[in-house]
């Protein structure tokens, strides 16, 4: 079973700085557009970003300005550099491959097919 992996998760201050970075192997890394996702707890998961293969992105609101989306195409690798964190913005992250090549479809979790197992980002007060 085809499956993303996610690292650089863990534990910093508010203010700080974390990079995240997605793993995903031939046949998840193609022409479409990849995605972070995160769910607090208790609360269901919700989007963060997406960016596609040239490199368009989309940010929800919430993160816009503190953090960067990226991708290595060449490496087939997805990068999340989150700065000036939030305890708001404790969670579980994941990226995921969406089965849409538009973009504007990519901001659903129900358009994504692959999935990471995730990594914990927790941001202290």
């Known amino acids: 079973q085809v499956q993303l992996v996610e690292s650089g998760g863990g534990l910093v201050q508010a203010g700080g700085s974390l990079r995240l970075s997605c793993a995903a192997p031939?046949?998840?890394?193609?022409?479409?557009?990849m995605g972070w996702f995160r769910q607090a707890p208790g609360k269901e998961r919700a989007f963060v970003v997406t960016?596609?293969?040239?490199?368009?992105?989309y940010y929800t609101d919430s993160v816009k300005g503190r953090f960067a989306i990226s991708r290595d195409n060449a490496k087939k690798t997805v990068s999340l550099q989150m700065n000036s964190l939030k305890p708001e913005d404790t969670a579980v992250y994941y990226c995921?491959?969406?089965?849409?090549?538009?973009?504007?479809?990519?901001?659903?979790?129900?358009?994504?097919?692959?999935w990471g197992r995730g990594t914990q980002v927790t941001v202290s007060s």
């Open positions: 960016i596609s293969w040239s490199g368009s992105t």
């Open positions: 031939g046949r998840t890394f193609s022409r479409y557009p």
């Open positions: 995921a491959t969406c089965r849409s090549l538009m973009l504007s479809d990519c901001y659903d979790s129900t358009a994504y097919n692959y």
